[in-house]
């Protein structure tokens, strides 16, 4: 989570910094001109649809699978069958706040991070 908020803030960053840049390459017209205003807006508007296009296709479907992740790892109990990130399939003995003991087939038992747990498969 702290990544993707430094990873945002840089990217608006980035954003605001070309702005100006490309602000500043823009030659200037007289002030009293009425093609001076629709010149900046010109400049803004492929801006706007780039942030709101990358928004929309990277940042959100992102959040919406982080989401549904943390729910995962919530709703993990004592009996399900789960397979792990590194692809361990095993069925939970007992939870705790921040890790798991999954027993696997051949009757060990293994403890893993919560977060470790990709899929909940079906009993």
């Known amino acids: 989570m702290k990544k993707n908020k430094i990873l945002n803030l840089g990217l608006i960053g980035g954003l605001l910094i070309s702005v100006i840049f490309i602000g500043g390459c823009v ?13 900046i807006w010109t400049m803004l ?9 990358f928004y929309f296709l990277m940042i959100r479907p992102q959040r919406k699978k982080q989401k549904e992740h943390q729910q995962l790892v919530e ?11 590194g692809g361990i399939y095993g069925v ?9 003991v999954i ?9 893993i991070a919560r977060n470790s747990v990709t899929i909940k498969r079906e009993r």
Do not use: M
């Open 103 to 111: 027993k696997v087939e051949s009757g060990t038992t293994l403890r």
């Open 92 to 100: 939970i003995e007992s939870t705790s706040e921040d890790s798991i």
């Open 45 to 53: 508007i492929p801006l706007i649809l780039i942030v709101a296009i």
């Open 75 to 85: 709703e993990l109990k004592r009996g399900d069958k789960v397979i792990t990130a």
């Open 27 to 39: 030659p200037a017209g007289e002030p009293g001109a009425p093609g001076a205003e629709a010149s």
